[in-house]
Structures are given as C-alpha cells and as structure tokens.
C-alpha cells in the first residue's frame, strides 16, 4: 500500500539511510556528555542530564561554541572517544542508518587540549569496530582541518593522516570552522596532498559566507563535495557548475536555522536548491546539540518542502552513491533501499 501523509514518521524510521555529514564532537547527547564528564570530573554546569538538557539551547553561534567546547572537554581518553562514537551508532541504529561519514578534528583536541593522537586513534578505532560489531553500522572517518586553529603553513592535520598514528576508515579531509576571514585557498597545499595520498576533499563551504568560499573551495581545494553550500544560489554561474558537474551538496536544514543562517524550516532554500537540479544530500550536522535525527531532517524536507516518498528514497541513494563506502557496502544498501521502496509503492 502507497505510504500515506501521517505515515511517514514510521516509514522514515524504517528507511535504510545514509548520513555525509555529522561531527562526531556535536553528536554529545546530554546522557552522553554527563557521563563523560562524571569519568573525567568535568564540570558542565549541569547536576543532571535533564539540567544539562535546558543548556542545550542558544540564541546565536557563540552559545552554541561554548556548547561544543563544553563537549569537547569530556572527551579525555581512548574510551571516551570510543563510547562517544558508540553512543552515536546506537542512534544510528534506531533510525536505520546503515552507513556514515562522521568528520572529526583531530587536531582540536591535540594541539588545544593535549589529547594523545595515540589515545584519538584508538579509541575512533574501538570505537568504529564496536559501532559494526553491536550496532550493524559501518562508520568512515572524515577528519577536517579548523580554519582558525590550524597554521595553513604547518599542514598539521594532512601530516597527521598521512603519519602512523591516524585512525582506520579515513575516507577524506575536511575543513570546517569559522568561514569569514579564513578562505579555503590557505589550505590548498593539505589538500593537495590529500588528493595526491588518495583521500576525498571534503570541505564546509558557502555556510555562513557567500558563493566566492564555494568557488574557492572548488578551484583551490578540488572539492569533491561541499559541507552545507546554500550560499551558492547567490550566483546562478555557480549553480550551473555545480548542476553540470554534479558536485553534491551536503545541506543540513535545523542546522542553519539554529544558527540563524536561515530564518526559519519553511523558508530554509532546501526546495530551492532541489528545484535548481543540484545533487542534494541531506545531513544532521551536530544532532545532539541541534536536537535533531536524519529521520527528523527527512520528514521535515516531505512536509515543509514537498518531498516526495520517491524523492526521499532518491536523497538516500544519491547519499550512497556519492559516499566512500566500500562497492560491496553500497551493493547492500542500495538492495534494502529498493527492497524498502517497492515494500511502500505496493
């Protein structure tokens, strides 16, 4: 029977998803940040995760900073990564994401906090097998560059994947942080030799800047995809490179309306973007911090922008097949998504 309106919740659940873009350090589920900060004797303002919860508000990008430095404080040692990745899985699970690419910044928490690379590679490797082991989702790592942490000139993080204490399932580079003041072309040298060593260009552009951060990162960095780029409408000459050359976007609704790059859900441009035949994917982002799920980010897209079943289905797969997944992945997941599909269409 064709899926109707008020059963799109549950057939969401259902679904078999994929996820590009979600931050291992904004996945902190208030449970999950109080109990780490319980291990590690961290005081996150909060008794209890309930009280924790009520922080978990913000009116502008500097309470939702000091949120996330808040969470990253928690994560110490190898079994706070690993259990923090783990707890990521087992939300995974529940909505029936099969796959993820979750981006991580190494370097955040070496050179800033002084976490051991040895205690980071550990535990995203514990905690990727655990995720597969217990959880049945296969995790790749995306590990990203922050634009106002990182001397350009030092290469820190690109020296660090290519080194011998890098975490397993690394499938590209990123480069996220603070747009304004910090344009991709600085870090076109990292890049370069990610490329070169086989890894993935993966950076946020065109978020909370103009269509010159997606140009740059497209020229410069020879991004194979672009974190959020809703700013690309801006220029038409843009949308048609993008559209011709089918570079896909990694969009993230609640997340730019949380941090007021747009208004609010319904005039969010996600239907916009899909209207201009950019190969959109659509993504969480920090789902702990911005209390969302992928579930929730698809059913918003079906009732606030008019997706269809057959568009949804056509989201994940697009997902898949712009992924890192191994073939053999892809082949599996992309049966159950039919499986699924042809289940609704009866």
Same mark, same amino acid.
């Given at each position: 029977?064709?899926?109707?309106?008020?059963?799109?919740?549950?057939?969401?659940?259902?679904?078999?998803?994929?996820?590009?873009?979600?931050?291992?350090?904004?996945?902190?589920?208030?449970?999950?940040?109080?109990?780490? #900060?319980? /291990?590690?004797?961290?005081?996150?303002?909060?008794?209890?995760?309930?009280?924790?919860?009520?922080?978990?508000?913000?009116?502008?990008?500097?309470?939702?900073?000091?949120?996330?430095?808040?969470?990253? +404080?928690?994560? /110490?040692?190898?079994?706070?990564?690993?259990?923090?990745?783990?707890?990521?899985?087992?939300?995974?699970?529940?909505?029936?994401?099969?796959? +993820?690419?979750?981006?991580?910044?190494?370097?955040?928490?070496?050179?800033?906090?002084?976490?051991?690379?040895?205690?980071?590679?550990?535990?995203?490797?514990?905690?990727?097998? /655990?995720?597969?082991?217990?959880?049945?989702?296969?995790?790749?790592?995306?590990?990203?560059?922050?634009?106002?942490?990182?001397?350009?000139?030092?290469?820190?993080?690109?020296?660090?994947?290519?080194?011998?204490?890098?975490?397993?399932?690394?499938?590209?580079?990123?480069?996220?942080?603070?747009?304004?003041?910090?344009?991709?072309?600085?870090?076109?040298?990292?890049?370069? /030799?990610?490329?070169?060593?086989?890894?993935?260009?993966?950076?946020?552009?065109?978020?909370?800047?103009?269509? +010159?951060?997606?140009?740059?990162?497209?020229?410069?960095?020879?991004?194979?995809?672009?974190?959020?780029?809703?700013?690309?409408?801006?220029?038409?000459?843009?949308?048609?490179?993008?559209?011709?050359?089918?570079?896909?976007?990694?969009?993230?609704?609640?997340?730019?309306?949380?941090?007021?790059?747009? #208004?609010?859900?319904?005039?969010?441009?996600?239907?916009?973007?899909?209207?201009?035949?950019?190969?959109?994917?659509?993504?969480?982002?920090?789902?702990?911090?911005?209390?969302?799920?992928?579930?929730?980010?698809?059913?918003? #897209?079906?009732?606030?922008?008019?997706?269809?079943?057959?568009?949804?289905?056509?989201?994940?797969?697009?997902?898949?097949?712009?992924?890192?997944?191994?073939?053999?992945?892809?082949?599996?997941?992309?049966?159950?998504?039919?499986?699924?599909?042809? +289940?609704?269409?009866?």
């Amino acid at each position: 029977m064709t899926v109707q309106h008020n059963d799109y919740p549950t057939w969401l659940t259902s679904l078999p998803k994929v996820e590009l873009h979600v931050h291992l350090e904004g996945s902190l589920r208030p449970q999950t940040m109080f109990r780490l #900060a319980k /291990r590690n004797g961290v005081d996150v303002g909060a008794e209890s995760p309930e009280e924790l919860l009520s922080l978990y508000q913000f009116k502008n990008f500097e309470d939702f900073a000091r949120l996330f430095f808040t969470g990253l +404080a928690v994560l /110490r040692t190898a079994d706070d990564f690993a259990d923090a990745t783990v707890a990521l899985a087992a939300e995974l699970a529940a909505q029936n994401v099969r796959y +993820a690419e979750v981006t991580s910044t190494a370097l955040t928490h070496h050179q800033r906090r002084g976490v051991a690379l040895e205690e980071y590679r550990d535990g995203l490797n514990e905690g990727r097998r /655990r995720a597969s082991a217990d959880h049945g989702v296969d995790l790749a790592w995306i590990c990203d560059i922050s634009r106002q942490t990182e001397d350009p000139s030092s290469e820190a993080t690109i020296n660090y994947l290519l080194g011998p204490l890098a975490p397993e399932g690394v499938v590209g580079l990123g480069l996220g942080g603070i747009e304004d003041g910090f344009p991709p072309e600085l870090f076109a040298s990292s890049f370069k /030799r990610a490329k070169a060593a086989g890894l993935a260009s993966l950076p946020h552009a065109g978020e909370t800047v103009g269509a +010159a951060s997606v140009w740059g990162a497209l020229r410069a960095l020879g991004a194979e995809r672009i974190g959020h780029g809703i700013h690309c409408l801006e220029d038409p000459t843009l949308v048609d490179h993008l559209r011709e050359h089918q570079i896909p976007l990694e969009v993230a609704p609640t997340s730019n309306v949380a941090l007021k790059i747009a #208004a609010s859900p319904d005039t969010h441009p996600l239907a916009e973007l899909v209207a201009s035949g950019l190969h959109v994917t659509i993504n969480t982002d920090d789902p702990a911090y911005f209390q969302t799920t992928l579930t929730d980010e698809l059913l918003l #897209a079906h009732r606030l922008h008019g997706f269809s079943r057959e568009q949804l289905v056509q989201a994940q797969l697009r997902a898949l097949d712009v992924s890192y997944a191994p073939a053999a992945t892809k082949s599996r997941i992309r049966e159950e998504l039919q499986k699924h599909d042809q +289940a609704a269409a009866r």
